[in-house]
T-cell receptor, first 116, second 114 residues
């Protein structure tokens, strides 16, 4: 079974631009979550999508948005990029969420975004 | 609100000696707990998970962790370190009262000396 794939793997943008990152989950997984990883803040939850609906959202400004398609693929968008948005963006997928417990999340290799 | 504290940002051991990575959590409900490992330039890989079954959880690559509710701890151990264990390790809590969102600890970088 193919793992979680993320494209592109590396991206360089300048301040003020916008960027779109893509994530393809493991086949059959309907939950996709996004995380931002930086040396200063560590790993922080951005949002989660399940069956094309946003289920949870972390504490990030509205410049960060996402969506999920009917095939469970997900994209996240960051508008008006700032230097502080430079980070590794990780996507994770999981199967149906069972009551009372989180199913294992499988992570992709990440997209490293550099904002100049 | 839930939180996770990894007590050591860096741990250095010699190859063949035991590994102990410490983790304390705070959760308003019975949480699910995980340890993930991240090798350089790679995504995160699940080592093991606790979901209210046995308190001693065995994972991959010889790692195990013990859930101690009275101490709110979930420390990760391995009897004998291998050079390939050098990586960053994350303790993670999932609280069903918080929509099953994952909260990550700050990470512990494990260094293994030959």
């Amino acid at each position: 079974k193919a793992g979680v794939t993320q494209t592109p793997r590396y991206l360089i943008k300048t301040r003020g631009q916008q960027v779109t990152l893509s994530c393809s989950p493991i086949s059959g997984h309907r939950s996709v979550s996004w995380y931002q990883q930086t040396p200063g803040q560590g790993l922080q939850f951005l949002f989660e999508y399940f069956s094309e609906t946003q289920r949870n959202k972390g504490n990030f400004p509205g410049r960060f948005s996402g969506r999920q398609f009917s095939n469970s693929r997900s994209e996240m968008n960051v508008s008006t990029l700032e230097l502080g948005d430079s980070a590794l963006y990780l996507c994770a997928s999981s199967s149906l969420i069972t009551s009372g417990a989180r199913d294992e999340q499988f992570f992709g290799p990440g997209t490293r975004l550099t904002v100049l | 609100a839930q939180s996770v504290t990894q007590l050591d940002s860096h741990v250095s051991v010699s190859e063949g000696t035991p590994v102990l990575l410490r983790c304390n959590y705070s959760s308003s409900y019975s949480p699910s707990l995980f340890w993930y490992v991240q090798h350089p330039n790679k995504g995160l890989q699940l080592l093991l998970k606790y979901t209210s079954a046995a308190t001693l959880v065995k994972g991959i690559n010889g790692f195990e962790a013990e859930f101690k509710k009275s101490e709110t701890s979930f420390h990760l151990t391995k009897p004998s370190a291998h050079m390939s264990d050098a990586a960053e390790y994350f303790c993670v809590v999932s609280d069903p009262n918080a929509g099953n969102m994952l909260t990550f600890g700050g990470g512990t970088r494990l260094m293994v000396k030959p």
